[in-house]
């Protein structure tokens, strides 16, 4: 049945699930409970504990019982045994969309633009390509994602549209972490397409400790949707729902 033209998606997001190979079960209430809730699921990075193949499948297994569609990024923890394609293989299995650079349109009316982002600090704080290779190196990473997300954003012409990522766009999201820890936690960088693209929200997850909710320069909203903290808020509900 096709959506009347102007109404409102049910978007449900969530990050951080960090599936070990024996969770079996584990996402089965929550499967549940975001078929009911939403139209379309989005995964904000850190699916798996260490990026393993037998920790995908137990995650595939539990995911394949999703009745909506799904888009995702992977995070720091997908990336710590270097099978970023073998786990993207392994989601699409189950119809999840794995996003790095590129977008994903639901039906006709929502895109969705994601990559996995980096850390580097927050405004007048974000590191700069100076001095040693290292840094430069550090600094680059965040600037391609930057970049890659730009490409994405470029390339949506849905009159809805969303952003995920892994790291944290913006400061205020990472409020309640340790100090020391927040400018690897990510970087004003990432929200700087977004705020020259326009988009309806951004989701993002890595800051377990953080807060859940913030706003780019310009006024975007910004989730953070990692599972730890949703949980600590409500116990029940592991995940957000966003009318957009
Ligand atoms: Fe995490
Ligand atoms: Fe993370």
Redesign the pocket.
């Known amino acids: 049945m096709a959506r009347e033209p102007g109404s409102k998606l049910r978007v449900a997001a969530v ?2 699930l ?1 599936c070990r190979e024996d969770q079996h079960g584990r996402f089965r209430l929550f499967v549940r409970q975001v078929n009911a809730a939403a139209d379309v699921l989005l995964l904000c ?2 699916l798996t504990d260490r990026g393993l193949a037998e920790e995908v499948r137990t995650l595939v297994e539990e995911l394949s019982e999703l009745r909506i569609p799904c888009a995702a990024v992977l ?3 997908d990336l710590e045994n270097g099978q970023e394609k073998l786990l993207c293989a392994e989601l699409a299995r189950v119809g999840v969309h794995c996003l790095s650079g590129d977008h994903y349109v639901f039906e006709k009316v929502l895109g969705v633009a994601g990559i996995k982002g980096f850390g580097g600090g927050y405004g007048n704080a974000t590191l700069q390509a100076f001095g040693e290779t290292q840094t430069k190196a550090f600094v680059q990473e965040s600037v391609s994602e930057s970049l890659k997300l730009e490409a994405a954003l470029g390339q949506l012409e849905t009159t809805k549209k969303v952003v995920i990522m ?1 790291y944290a766009p913006v400061r205020a999201t990472t409020e309640g972490e340790n100090p020391e820890v927040r400018p690897f936690l990510g970087t004003s960088r990432l929200a700087s397409p977004v705020d020259r693209y326009g988009a309806d929200a951004i989701f993002h ?2 800051s ?1 400790h953080g807060t859940l909710r913030g706003a780019t320069d310009k006024g975007v909203p910004v989730y953070n949707v ?3 903290l949703l949980k600590r808020h409500d116990p029940e509900r592991r995940f957000v729902v966003v009318e957009i």
């Open positions: 990050g951080d960090h990075g850190d995070g720091n923890h892994h997850g890595h377990h990692a599972m730890p």
